[in-house]
Every structure is written in C-alpha cells, then in structure tokens.
C-alpha cells in the first residue's frame, strides 16, 4: 500500500476531505492519517520488518486507517472476516502464518485467540498482539509474499476458503481501469457495501476511494434500505457489489424519483444475472448498471462501456480491459468459435501471485504462455464482448448427461412465482446426481408440476427438469453476499434425504 499511501500523505499536507463515512460518523483525511500513525507506532514496538498482519475485517473507518498503516509500515494485510468460525480462522493462521493479528478483543476470543493484557490497545478497544500459540512471528526481513500487499479471503462458495495473494500494482491496475471506464474523477464518493474480508471488495472499496482520495462510504451490517439511504444523502458516484445486494437496493427503493439518480455506474458481477431483472433494477434506482466478470484471484477482467446499449451492457460481460486477454478454450485446447463456449482462460496485470500456503506464497499454475484457468465457461460475441455461460463445476451429471445449472436457473428467473431459485445436484445410487431446485417463492410456493411445465412451455427439455423442489425462506450465501452453492447442496440432501433414498 506504500504507493497510494504516499499520494494520500502529499495531498493531505495541502488540504482536508472527507476520507470515510461509516455508522460511527464522519472521518476526515487527517483523522484517519493520524490514527494510520499511531496504529503504525504500535506495530513499531514489536520491532519487525514487513510484518503481515492479520485483521479483523468490517465495513468501518478502521480499514481505511489499516490500509494507510500498511502503507507507512510496508507490511501486508490478510483480511479475516468477522463471520469465520474459529476452525476457519485455525486454517487462515495455518496458511498466512502471520507476525501480529489486530481486531476487537471479543472477536479474537471467538477465534479461540486469546488477549493477553500485553496487547497493546489501537483504533480505540481492539489491540494489536503477538500470539503465543499457533501463531508463530516469522523473523526473516525478507520479502515472503513477493511483492504482495493484501491477502483476501476466497469466498467459499464451492469449498474452503483460501487466502489469495496481491500485489499492489494488482491493486492499482484493477482499480484504474474501473475509473476509466466509469468516467470517475478525483473526490467521487465510493459505496462500500460488500463485506470487506475478499481482495475485490477490499481493492474496490478501500483502495478505490484511497486512489481517488475520497469518501468510502462504508456500509456495516448489511441492511438495504439504510445502504440506500446513506448512498443517497452522501452522493455516492459508483460502487461495485454482488447481484443480491443491487437486487435488495432496488426492492429498497420507493417513490416516484429514483434515489440514486446521481450516481454515475454501479458495477455488479459475482453471479448469474438476467438482463430483464438488471433494467428493472436501472430503472428503479436511477443508475446505470455494468456487468463485470472477475474474480478473487484475478480483480479485473472485463467491463462493459457505459454508452453500450442495454443488451450489451446488461446482458453480457463486457471487453477486456486494455492489456489483459481473455481466451475461450474448447476441449481440444484450441480457442472456441465465436458464440461457442469454452473454459476461461485470463492474464493480465491484476493477476494474483498465488495461494498463501504455510506463511508463504504458492504461485498459481499457469499455462507456458502465463494464461490462469478460471473455471469459468465463457463466449466471445462478434463484436469481441463475452458473456459468462457458467462455472464448469457447476454441471450436474445425470445418468453420464451433463446438464448446465446456468441453463435452468436461467429459465427459472422467467417464472413468475419464483423469487429466487438455486439449482442444486444431489446424490443418487443408480444415476449418479438427479436434478434438485431450491426456491423462495414470491408469494405461494409452486408445485414441481407447475414449475416443469413452465420451464417445458419456454422450450427447456424435459431431460433438464427438476425431479425435486425445497421451499426455502431466503436461498444461502457466503459472508461476502455471494450465493453459497455448498450450503445449498447441503440444504438440498438433508431436505430431500428420505425421498431421494426412496
């Protein structure tokens, strides 16, 4: 973080802004640069070279006054959010092997870490400390992370979390390209309202109002209509968050005039989106939306422009961003035709450096030519934007036929009883996997029947129905707002566990 740090310092000895706004108050840019300084003198103490610290992640001012700690101490930040388990936490600690850990004293105690009365107090009741258990100070002054300033959490969706590396170039590059294609200028408040534990949330958020040296606007626990209202009052001109949260915002929004009118874009991207629902969404908040593909290990692949039209801005991906590639690849290793999906393949300056693994970085397995597989399934159009088609895990494989999850899920936003759906494998003896939907409904709950032949009258073959239906208040999602597929899976089997026997 030295290199955005470094500008923060030059332009708040020439003036004052507003640097951060969250539910304690406002925070001006010498305010969080003094508390940056003295969280920075308290870590001093411990006498380390490029320390990694791990903290408490929350939607506050304090990130933004981490950020500029690491920045002045030329450390690395590993972000743990405050909805880990302790055995979460024990296999974070396992990976990062960090040299101090900051946060509230009652968070560490449900961690299983223990504050010792030498801890020393910083950002008002936390502390910062050395552990004398699994924590072990790593004493070499060398670089162990080459050249990476922020280690955040995968989300979890489809497995257990790991702790991605990034540089701070990664940082900056992600975070420029999104400026550019926004049309944001110096000053422009950014909307935080993803949990800030993920290196994208962390980069879109923090680094981003940092770069532009203006006001995060730091929503805590996640209550739409007071996101909205907060977004509204302060002017937010852009924020990126994941399909649920711009969904709930519109849900939030009333009144004839939309309440962000203002702002310039919001950026969404992390999950399945359909076009209909995004210009619904537009139109009841007042504010353009662009859809993006990334993710945890590479922060910025695509964007659409903003003067595209809705089908290109809302119903695809968007382009590449200037000096990364993005490659389609059929199964014979060759670059897919156009319209024709094929595994995801990106390089590019936000590329991650690797995993975090036993207090060191792992680099990722790229191909000779520096390509990451993304797991994705993706198509290039004629007019070079690409549109997700899917992640390739998530095919469920029936009787050794593979049937696309995106697919159903798809046609089921078109029904209209169906609120939100999720479409789930579970297990069977004979066929392998069988078909299972988990839906909230918008009012009653639709039979199974009622729901195939909806989905047989829009033309979906009668292989890719649903066998079984689970009602479900609201469908799981991670910490950071993305839909939890594993604990999906796991409602789905448990619900389901005596029928499918049978």
Sequence with gaps: MKEVTRRFIEQAAQRRWVA????????????VLDAARELAEAVGVFGLVRPTLLVQSENTHRMVVLALAAGLLDAALALASPHLTAGDVADVIDDVRPDL?????????????????????????????????????????????????????????????????????????????????????????????????????FTFGIYASLELQSAALLSG?????????????HQARWLMCVPTQVLQLAAA?????????????????????????????EKALGVPVLRVFGMAECLGHTSPALDDPPAIRLGRDGRPFPGTDVRALGPDGRQTAVG??????????????????????????????????????VAYAPDGTIKVAGRIKEVIIRGGRNISVAEIESALRHIGCVAEACVVPVPDPVLG??????????????????????????????????EFIVEVAELPHTHV????RVRAREIATQRLQVEVKG
């Design 20 to 31: 951060a706004i969250d539910d304690g108050g406002t925070w001006h840019s010498n305010e």
């Design 433 to 466: 996997e069988r078909v299972a939907v988990l839906v909230v409904p918008h009012t009653a709950m639709p039979t199974l029947e009622d729901l195939c032949r909806e989905l047989g009258n829009q033309g979906l073959s009668k292989i890719k129905w649903p």
């Design 481 to 484: 707002g993305k839909l939890s």
């Design 340 to 377: 024709e999906p094929g595994r995801a393949q990106v390089r590019g300056p936000s590329l991650f450096l690797g995993y975090a693994k036993s207090g060191s970085v792992v680099p990722p397995e790229l191909t000779d030519d520096g390509f990451f597989e993304t797991g994705d399934l």
């Design 221 to 233: 626990e996640w209550e739409p209509a007071a996101a909205l209202r907060q977004l509204a009052e």
């Design 253 to 281: 929004s009333s009144g004839a005039v939309p309440p962000l009118a203002g702002m310039k874009a919001m950026t969404v991207g992390g999950g399945p989106m359909d076009t209909a629902t995004l210009q619904e969404t």
């Design 101 to 201: 850990v900051i946060g509230d004293p009652e968070q560490l105690g449900r961690w299983g870490i223990k504050t010792p009365a030498a801890g020393r107090p910083v950002l008002d009741h936390w502390v910062v400390l050395k552990h004398n258990g699994p924590l072990q100070v790593h004493a070499a002054a060398d670089d162990r992370w080459n050249g990476g300033v922020l280690l955040g959490m995968t989300s979890g969706s489809t497995g257990r979390s790991k702790a991605v590396v990034h540089s701070e170039s990664a940082l900056q590059y992600a975070v420029r390209q999104e400026i550019a294609v926004v049309g944001l200028q110096p000053g422009d408040a950014i909307g935080v309202i993803v949990p800030l534990s993920a290196a994208p949330a």
